[in-house]
């Protein structure tokens, strides 16, 4: 029988600790890459703590949400800010099931390509969009909204793009906000930049979740 009453609460977080003791070189290892990763430099912490909280619904990770949502707020990210943060999370996580259906297509067509991922894979697309048009206008508007300027400017809403592109494994999507992200002006540190939030973000949902298996292990 489980030692815990929850598989998930808020209180797991704290039971990370407990590797301070039972893996103390990799704990180092990781608050050395949170510490890194979210120190200021072409972004700023607020911007970090923005990219972050979109992030964490990338991941979906509610230890993450909770956690960076007080630390936005705390480095003075506001609720209009963070929300619209979220939304270009939701865009980024149906961009890459959209994207992944070019393969299907091809292989629906008869296609055994030995590249999965290739320059042009928009193409396929426009079968899709044919076979349904009034889901996928659904999708462009949702896409529109969720990166047209805001309380965030479009170039900040593309760099959280970016991290989440990479917290959503998909290289269309890397391939398509990069891109967009280079268009709006981002630096290459700017980039750089977010996508370290994101390979923080991705460590620190697997350490949130471990909270459940050090108080099993307690």
Same mark, same amino acid.
């Given at each position: 029988?489980?030692?815990?009453?929850?598989?998930?609460?808020?209180?797991?977080?704290?039971?990370?600790?407990?590797?301070?003791?039972?893996?103390?070189q990799a704990l180092k290892g990781f608050q050395a890459l949170a510490g890194g990763a979210f120190a200021p430099g072409a972004l700023t912490?607020?911007? +970090?703590? #923005? /990219?972050?909280?979109? *992030?964490?619904?990338?991941?979906?990770?509610?230890? *993450?949400?909770?956690?960076?949502? +007080?630390l936005g707020t705390e480095a003075g990210a506001t609720r209009d800010e963070l929300t619209e943060a979220l939304w270009v999370a939701i865009?980024?996580?149906?961009?890459?099931?959209?994207?992944?259906?070019?393969?299907?297509?091809?292989?629906?067509?008869?296609?055994?390509?030995?590249?999965?991922?290739?320059?042009?894979?928009?193409?396929?697309?426009?079968?899709?969009?044919?076979?349904?048009?009034?889901?996928?206008?659904?999708?462009?508007?949702?896409?529109?909204?969720?990166?047209?300027?805001?309380?965030?400017?479009?170039?900040?809403?593309?760099? #959280?793009?970016?991290?989440?592109?990479?917290?959503?494994?998909?290289?269309?999507? #890397?391939?398509?906000?990069?891109?967009?992200?280079?268009?709006?002006?981002?630096? +290459?540190?700017? /980039?750089?930049?977010?996508?370290?939030?994101? #390979?923080?973000?991705?460590?620190?949902?697997?350490?949130?979740?471990?909270?459940?298996?050090?108080?099993?292990?307690?």
């Amino acid at each position: 029988m489980s030692k815990v009453d929850h598989l998930c609460t808020a209180d797991h977080l704290a039971q990370t600790a407990r590797y301070a003791e039972w893996a103390p070189q990799a704990l180092k290892g990781f608050q050395a890459l949170a510490g890194g990763a979210f120190a200021p430099g072409a972004l700023t912490v607020r911007e +970090k703590e #923005i /990219i972050a909280f979109g *992030c964490a619904h990338a991941l979906r990770c509610p230890y *993450c949400i909770d956690y960076h949502h +007080k630390l936005g707020t705390e480095a003075g990210a506001t609720r209009d800010e963070l929300t619209e943060a979220l939304w270009v999370a939701i865009a980024v996580a149906a961009h890459a099931p959209l994207a992944h259906a070019s393969l299907a297509l091809r292989l629906l067509d008869g296609e055994r390509p030995a590249e999965f991922y290739t320059p042009g894979w928009q193409a396929p697309l426009a079968d899709l969009a044919a076979t349904s048009p009034a889901a996928m206008r659904g999708y462009d508007a949702l896409q529109d909204a969720a990166f047209a300027a805001g309380v965030l400017s479009a170039p900040v809403k593309t760099l #959280i793009a970016v991290a989440c592109a990479h917290n959503v494994r998909c290289p269309m999507s #890397i391939e398509r906000y990069v891109t967009q992200a280079l268009a709006n002006g981002s630096s +290459k540190p700017a /980039i750089a930049e977010a996508v370290f939030v994101a #390979i923080e973000m991705a460590a620190g949902a697997c350490l949130g979740h471990s909270g459940l298996a050090a108080a099993l292990m307690a």
